[in-house]
């Protein structure tokens, strides 16, 4: 029961993730859930949510950061995916690389 949850969980995040590749050049593209940024924010915060070599990673508004498990961050994308909260908006961002670049504190 637990293995299957963790497995639906694990494809629905991939699901959420995968939805920003372009047709024509998925098949030359890292597809792994490492390759992939989540962006949840109004328009005065953002949130973003990131696999690393130990999990997922949540950084705050604030640049705090926070280790969560599938099942959190599936939580948190859920509400803003379902429309839940009209004012919550969602984005995903694919990169090239395995881990984002850590933004600056002055810009």
């Not at 629905?12 to 050049?25: G, K, P, T």
């Not at 959190?72 to 690389?97: C, F, M, R, S, Y």
Request: glycine content about 4%.
């Amino acid at each position: 029961m637990i293995a299957r949850r963790r497995l639906w969980i694990a494809m629905a995040l991939f699901a959420v993730a995968a939805c920003d590749c372009r047709a024509a050049s998925y098949k030359s593209m890292n597809l792994t859930n490492n390759s992939y940024v989540i962006l949840i924010g109004t328009k005065n915060f953002t949130e973003r949510y990131y696999r690393d070599k130990a999990g997922w990673l949540k950084v705050s508004a604030r640049g705090r950061k926070f280790r969560a498990t599938a099942e959190q961050v599936l939580n948190h994308v859920l509400p803003a995916l379902a429309g839940i909260k009209p004012n919550l908006t969602i984005k995903v961002e694919h990169h090239d690389q395995t881990f984002p670049k850590e933004r600056s504190a002055r810009g």
